[in-house]
């Protein structure tokens, strides 16, 4: 256990619809970072947001947004859902942007149809 | 660019040791990491190792790094079959501390 919780565990969306992930982070930890992990590859880094302001951002177009809230919560928004949207959805928590170890979630199953 | 190489898929007899190796591009990493995932669950940090180190040793984990070749290996002594998962290689990026970039992984294969 992590302590790193993510909802929901599985969705389906149809092409061009909206999602909003969410991901509770270890209590105190101010960093958060979205990884998209296709079946069969690696996690990709999305963006991070360290104290709600976006602290760095991976190639992914702007229809992918994030919110860090200060209750240690955080969201990954993606508008226009694409068939290759489609993925394993995880967020980790670290103490801050400089941690050394980042704690991940169990991850959320997106498939788009 | 940055980029992370692995071999796909390894196979061993439990009780053996296994060798997953890793190649990596960006020189200015200052961690490199080795995560294990199993089939349906996120990431798990099995260890780190700080770039100006050549080696460290964790129980049955031992990692090497060869910072001149870019190359970083997992060794696994007396491998079980709850060892069977997939293993990502992973340096940290430059822009952001706990950001990583990740290889596709090695499928480890443990048979009794």
């Known amino acids: 256990e992590t302590g790193v919780t993510q909802s929901p565990t599985h969705l389906i969306k149809t092409r061009g619809q909206q999602v909003t992930l969410r991901c509770s982070s270890q209590s105190g930890h101010n960093t958060v970072s979205w990884y998209q992990q296709a079946l069969g590859q690696g996690p990709q880094f999305i963006f991070q947001?360290?104290?709600?302001?976006?602290?760095g951002r991976g190639n992914f177009p702007p229809r992918f947004s994030g919110l860090q809230f200060p209750n240690y919560s955080s969201e990954l928004n993606v508008n226009a859902l694409e068939l290759d949207d489609s993925a394993l959805y995880l967020c980790?928590?670290?103490?801050?942007?400089?941690?050394?170890?980042?704690?991940f979630g169990q991850g959320t199953r997106l498939t788009v149809v | 660019g940055e980029d992370v190489e692995q071999s796909l898929f390894l196979s061993v007899r439990e009780g053996d040791s296994s060798v997953i190796n890793c190649t990596y591009t960006?020189?200015?990493?200052?961690?490199l990491y080795w995560y294990k995932q199993e089939p349906g669950a996120g990431l798990q940090l099995l260890t780190y190792?700080?770039?100006?180190?050549d080696m460290k040793q964790d129980q049955r984990l031992t990692v090497l790094l060869n910072k001149k070749d870019k190359h970083l290996s997992l060794r696994i002594a007396d491998t079980q079959t709850g060892d069977s998962a997939i293993y990502f290689c992973?340096?940290?990026?430059?822009?952001?501390?706990?950001?990583?970039?990740f290889g596709k992984g090695t499928t480890l294969s443990v048979s009794s």
């Open positions: 992973a340096e940290s990026m430059a822009q952001a501390g706990t950001a990583l970039i």
């Open positions: 960006d020189s200015s990493s200052t961690y």
């Open positions: 190792i700080f770039s100006n180190m």
């Open positions: 980790a928590s670290s103490l801050d942007s400089n941690s050394v170890e980042a704690f």
């Open positions: 947001y360290y104290r709600e302001e976006e602290n």
